[in-house]
Structures are given as structure tokens and as C-alpha cells.
T-cell receptor, first 111, second 114 residues
Framework: GEDVEQSLFLSVREGDSSVINCTYT??????LYWYKQEPGAGLQLLTY?????DMKQDQRLTVLLNKKDKHLSLRIADTQTGDSAIYFC???????????FGGGTRVLVKP | NAGVTQTPKFRILKIGQSMTLQCTQD?????MYWYRQDPGMGLKLIYY???????DKGEVPNGYNVSRSTTEDFPLRLELAAPSQTSVYFC?????????????FGEGSWLTVV
């Protein structure tokens, strides 16, 4: 299977919380990232977490890392229509600075 | 700072034509990367460079060439365009290979080969 996997699609109502999940296979990953891509645009780094952490909060964003299960999630509180985008998780391995990306989760926020 | 700048933003090529995607960064970053993104897929690394004069292959280098004559510029060359190279191309840069955080991306170049 792929190194980094994500579900393809998530639909959420405005004001609710969104949770986007990601699994990875490489236990030597040092950093894990969440990027946001809006239509016709490049990737914007949202947040990242170091592999020795299990949680990181940044305003409306909460990242949870379960290193034992190699599972990463991104929770967006009070989801807004501007949060509609594709969200990519990515891992950086211990060697080098290359990122391995998941296929992206398309989040659709309904009013 | 402008960050990472790519040109052109859109291009249509005929099969067999050649072209160069330009990428420049003004952050004095040592590392630069070229990724491609196919519909519904994550980004795949084509080539990367850890400094001027040094380049290396990524996951999907076939059909592409790169050069890094300066710290700022990292052009990607397609020699004989094929329909399989229809994709969105992203250039990126980072300060070094050890920092935990930001890899900065350009806005993308949409390439169609017909």
C-alpha cells in the first residue's frame, strides 16, 4: 500500500468540527505535516507536529498523533466555508528532507 | 520576500515538444524541490537539490531534467513531452534538510500535453 493514506472526502456543516484522518507506515518519521490546498492554488502549511509529541493545538486546529498506531488526525473546530479545500498530510523521514504526501482529503463545508 | 515563484502558470504543449518550467526563490534556501500532482493524488517528488551544483532524483524523475547553477533558481526541463506528463507541477524550497518545519511551495504550474 501507499506510505501515507487518507480518506478521499469529508462533508461537514458550517460550525461543526471536522476531523481528517491520516495513516502512515514509516515509524522513523520525524515530522508530520498538514497542508491545505485551495482550488487553483499551491499548498499552504497549516501546522506540523514533531514525532515525540502526541498533541499540538494552534487556534482552531488540533493535531493528534498516535505513534504506536501511526495515525495522525487534524481537527478543525467551528468549521467555516473558507475551510473548504483539500487537506494533505505528509511525513518527513529521518533521513533527508523529502516529504511523502497522502492523496489528500477533500473537505466540503455546507452552510 | 516573494517566496517561491514559478512560471508559467498555465501551458499547453504538443507531444514531443520541449519546455522549461522556471522556479526561483528569494529566501536564500539551500534545498529546492520539484513535485508533480496528478488528479486525486498526492504530490510525487521529481527531483530535488541540496545546494547549487547538486541535484538528485526523486520518486518519478523519468522524462525530466533539472539544473541548479545558482542558489535562487531551479528550472525543470521536459525534453520530449508526453501525455503522461499532463499534471500540476509545484516547486518548493526549504532552508536546509534538518529544520522541522517549513517547506515553502510555489503556486503551481498547470501543464497539459496534447
Amino acid at each position: 500500500g501507499e506510505d501515507v493514506e487518507q480518506s478521499l472526502f469529508l462533508s461537514v456543516r458550517e460550525g461543526d468540527s471536522s476531523v481528517i484522518n491520516c495513516t502512515y507506515t514509516d515509524s522513523s518519521s520525524t515530522y508530520l505535516y498538514w497542508y491545505k490546498q485551495e482550488p487553483g492554488a499551491g499548498l499552504q502549511l497549516l501546522t506540523y507536529i514533531f514525532s515525540n509529541m502526541d498533541m499540538k493545538q494552534d487556534q482552531r486546529l488540533t493535531v493528534l498523533l498516535n505513534k504506536k498506531d501511526k495515525h495522525l488526525s487534524l481537527r478543525i473546530a467551528d468549521t467555516q466555508t473558507g475551510d473548504s479545500a483539500i487537506y494533505f498530510c505528509a511525513e518527513k523521514k529521518a533521513a533527508g528532507n523529502k516529504l511523502t504526501f497522502g492523496g489528500g482529503t477533500r473537505v466540503l463545508v455546507k452552510p | 520576500n516573494a517566496g517561491v515563484t514559478q512560471t508559467p502558470k498555465f501551458r499547453i504543449l504538443k507531444i514531443g515538444q520541449s519546455m522549461t518550467l522556471q522556479c526561483t526563490q528569494d529566501m536564500n534556501h539551500n534545498y529546492m524541490y520539484w513535485y508533480r500532482q496528478d488528479p486525486g493524488m498526492g504530490l510525487k517528488l521529481i527531483y530535488y537539490s541540496v545546494g547549487a551544483g547538486i541535484t538528485d532524483k526523486g520518486e518519478v524523475p523519468n522524462g525530466y531534467n533539472v539544473s541548479r547553477s545558482t542558489t535562487e533558481d531551479f528550472p525543470l526541463r521536459l525534453e520530449l513531452a508526453a501525455p503522461s506528463q499532463t499534471s500540476v507541477y509545484f516547486c518548493a524550497s526549504s532552508l536546509d534538510g534538518y529544520s522541522g518545519n517549513t517547506i515553502y511551495f510555489g503556486e503551481g504550474s498547470w501543464l497539459t500535453v496534447v
